[in-house]
């Protein structure tokens, strides 16, 4: 919808496509669908969802036995984004580094855009 021809939308890391592979056959899924939502004290938050049906309006990227699915309300806002796995000490889960955010909170859970 949003994208450019011969370039994914998003992009993920190797560690983020053996995360979300091990997931999809782990239970079946057909993939996972990310987007984002109002909330969070910058005004924004990703979500992430296994899902089982692949919308006809969902943009898919699929690399190496991972598929993910952008909502198509969220296509505009993660057009670039680079989705990695990070495993440290205390936490692991996947990072998103998005070229269009312009401002996060402090714990990086939420999120702001620019104005449209």
Not at 43 to 54: F, N
Not at 107 to 114: L, R, T
């Amino acid at each position: 919808m949003f994208g450019i021809p011969g370039k994914q939308a998003v992009n993920i890391t190797p560690r983020a496509v053996a995360e979300i592979a091990r997931l999809m056959s782990r239970d079946g899924h057909k993939g996972l669908r990310i987007g984002v939502k109002k909330g969070g004290c910058a005004g924004m938050e990703y979500t992430m969802e296994y899902a089982d049906i692949i919308d006809e309006h969902d943009e898919v990227v699929e690399q190496d036995g991972a598929r993910v699915m952008i909502a198509p309300m969220a296509q505009m806002f993660l057009f670039g984004t680079e989705i990695d796995y990070e495993t440290s000490l205390l936490e692991s889960g996947f990072k998103f580094n998005n070229p269009n955010v312009t401002e996060a909170c402090g714990c990086g859970e939420s999120i702001k855009f620019a104005e449209m």
